[in-house]
């Protein structure tokens, strides 16, 4: 086999792997308990939590003032307003976006993302499906994880205000 050809059919292979795993993707509609129309879920979210929750696009890194919350309480969903990480939870990552080491249980799902080539582990809302952000495996102790979540799909609730 000459060069050229194994050259091109190794792309070929390659672009089609890749439409494969994106159309895979693309087909598997994840039913969640709350489930609502796109129109609905832009009715309900700002421009900028739509782009992050429903398209799963990134919030610019050190925008959110989540980031420097330090007061006890909750993080929830900014959509369905699930519980998702408790402020004891939550450490500065150096990265610009809200960082945990742990959720609170049973309240995110994950996938696998290939977005940027390189696997990484995308996280939601397990109720909802919102795109909270990525999990990675360079946090602290205890657990060793990382929740680099977008701040836009949080939404902080202050100790005070949580029921007893």
């Known amino acids: 086999m000459k060069r050229r050809s194994f050259l091109a059919l190794g792309a070929t292979a390659a672009l089609t792997g ?3 795993v994106r159309a ?3 087909g598997s509609e994840e039913e969640f308990e709350i489930m609502k129309t796109e129109e609905e879920w832009r ?6 939590q739509f ?20 007061r006890k309480g909750v993080f929830h969903c900014a959509a369905c307003d699930l519980a998702l990480f408790s402020s004891e939870a939550k450490f500065d990552s150096g990265t610009g976006w809200p960082s945990f080491f742990d959720t609170l249980p049973d ?12 696997p990484r582990t995308e996280e939601h809302c397990r109720r909802c499906g919102g795109h909270l952000g ?5 946090g602290p102790k205890p657990t060793g994880k990382r929740h680099c979540i977008n701040g836009v799909a949080l ?3 202050p100790a005070e205000d949580q029921p007893a």
């Open 18 to 20: 890749g439409v494969a």
């Open 24 to 26: 895979l993707a693309a």
């Open 43 to 48: 009715n309900l979210l700002t421009e900028e």
């Open 51 to 70: 782009a992050v929750m429903r398209k799963e696009a990134t919030e610019r890194a050190f925008t959110s003032p989540l980031n420097e919350e330090k």
């Open 107 to 118: 309240a995110v799902g994950y996938k696998r993302d290939f977005k940027l080539i390189l």
């Open 134 to 138: 990525h999990v990675f495996n360079d």
């Open 155 to 157: 939404a902080f609730k």
